[in-house]
């Protein structure tokens, strides 16, 4: 028996990669409106009003198309999510009661500056897929302009205020269905989301002008009650050659439910893969998908009180990624140091009292402590006819299709093996320091080496009788 979940909870899961889309570089560490970093944001899913042109690499609309296989009477759910550039700028109280602007307002807690917001907006719409096949639906987008106004205490004083304008912006969600040829019950879905704000580019006028009359972020949510979407990064065979002519632009649709569930999508400005994950050991919003969480939690930790407070006063997010640096305890920076998640599925080991052979339940899972038969110190490859182990020398032959250049420097040198090592797929490596290196005793202590495969390693044997290398032939 299917389960129909409610569209709030089949989105829930997917929301949270939504929202990292949503937020990617809104403001980027050091996370203060001074920074050279910050001054070109808002760089993916910015859907530009027609009257902007798009001479300027910008576009109006994103188009999204895939298939689904819906059961009879199913729903489809869509959320269109963006942001709208919110305009702030600040103004000191004058000593005669009015308000001039100013580029600071230096607070107790935070320095204030001009800064554009971020405002989240939601557009849905719902169509049974009946609906959908009879023709095009659609949803408009109508967020009005608006202006508020804020004042701003510092304690018990009233030193200024904020005001924020949002302009108008309009637009509009079309989706349909069309039966795809063939005897597969599948349809292709087909969701444009477009900018039909009127507004004209004056003489002089560029993207910073048009960005009040964006969509900014934009991205769609779709979900099925009954059925499921067909994966465009890895079609069934039936689906390769219709899923080849789906029409995708400035946008990407990947697999989003939940546990491996088809019933979800999220069509991204970003490119990414089914089924996406935020990094379980992230320890919140640092919005700045380029960066390692550790190093941007180390980074903002590191910075002046002057710096914090001008972020705290640069916009609320940063603030909050301020505090969330400052309050994260020493496990939580241990848990995001050297965090491998493509090995997890192979070191997570076998299901709970599965049986392993030769084995025993109680050896942990590819511990090379647990198999006496593995010890790098003492194993020995087979190399050109010889046994090469370590306190052995070798020449040095890189293979030129899976090396790089710093590796063709070593070519023809000589290195003592320090280890020969076997990865869980059973490949050799071979540890080696090169001879002459005067930091080779330094890298034996920390266990560091460079590792070689037995083909890109010749016994040192082949040295010429004045101790220099014999040519080497051409591979």
Not at 91 to 119: K, N, S
Not at 357 to 373: A, E, H, L, Y
Request: glycine share 10%; with cysteine.
């Amino acid at each position: 028996m299917t389960t129909v979940r409610p569209a709030a909870e089949r989105f829930a899961g997917a929301r949270q990669i939504a929202d990292a889309v949503l937020f990617e570089g809104y403001v980027l560490y050091p996370y203060r409106a001074s920074s050279a970093k910050n001054r070109l944001r808002w760089q993916f899913g910015v859907l530009v009003p027609p009257g902007f042109g798009e001479g300027a690499g910008e576009h109006p609309d994103q188009h999204t198309e895939l298939l689904v296989e819906p059961r009879r009477g199913a729903t489809l759910t869509a959320e269109l999510r963006f942001l709208r550039v919110q305009r702030r700028t600040v103004q000191r109280l004058r000593e005669d009661g009015g308000h001039e602007d100013t580029e600071a307002l230096e607070l107790t807690d935070r320095v204030l500056t001009p800064w554009d917001e971020g405002a989240e907006e939601r557009v849905e719409l719902s169509a049974t897929v009946d609906e959908l096949l009879a023709g095009e639906v659609l949803a408009p987008v109508h967020c009005p302009a608006r202006t508020e106004i804020e004042a701003v205490r510092d304690g018990e004083r009233t030193v200024g205020r904020t005001v924020r304008r949002c302009a108008q912006v309009d637009g509009v969600l079309r989706v349909r269905l069309q039966p795809l040829p063939g005897p597969y019950a599948a349809y292709r879905l087909r969701a444009v989301v477009e900018n039909t704000t009127a507004w004209t580019a004056g003489p002089g006028d560029g993207r910073e002008e048009a960005l009040p009359h964006s969509l900014v972020s934009a991205h769609l949510l779709l979900g099925l009650d009954s059925g499921s979407f067909v994966s465009m990064t890895d079609p069934p065979e039936w689906a390769k050659d219709a899923v080849a002519e789906c029409r995708n632009l400035r946008t990407w649709p990947v697999l989003a439910g939940d546990d491996g569930r088809a019933d979800v999508v999220l069509s991204s400005p970003i490119i990414l893969e089914d089924h996406p994950q935020v990094a379980p050991e992230s320890p919140g919003a640092l919005y700045d998908g380029t960066e390692i969480d550790e190093i941007l939690a180390l980074r903002t930790s590191a910075l002046t009180d002057r710096e914090k407070r001008e972020a705290r006063g640069t916009d609320a997010r940063a603030g909050a990624a301020v505090d969330l640096a400052d309050s994260l305890p020493p496990e939580v920076m241990e848990r995001l140091h050297g965090a491998v998640r493509a090995l997890r599925e192979v070191t997570a080991g076998p299901p709970a009292g599965a049986a392993v052979p030769g084995v025993r339940p109680d050896t942990p899972w590819w511990d090379p402590g647990g198999d006496p038969g593995v010890d790098p110190a003492t194993d020995r490859v087979v190399i050109d006819g010889r046994a090469v182990g370590a306190g052995d020398r070798v020449v040095l032959r890189p293979g030129r299709r899976r090396t790089d250049a710093q590796d063709l420097f070593l070519q023809g040198r000589t290195a003592l093996v320090e280890a020969v090592l076997q990865d869980v797929d059973g490949a050799v490596h071979v540890a080696v320091t090169v001879d002459g290196d005067p930091g080779a005793d330094l890298w034996r202590a920390q266990g560091r080496f460079l590792y070689f495969q037995p083909d890109e390693l010749a016994p040192a044997e082949e040295l010429d009788p004045l101790g220099e290398p014999a040519p080497l032939e051409e591979k």
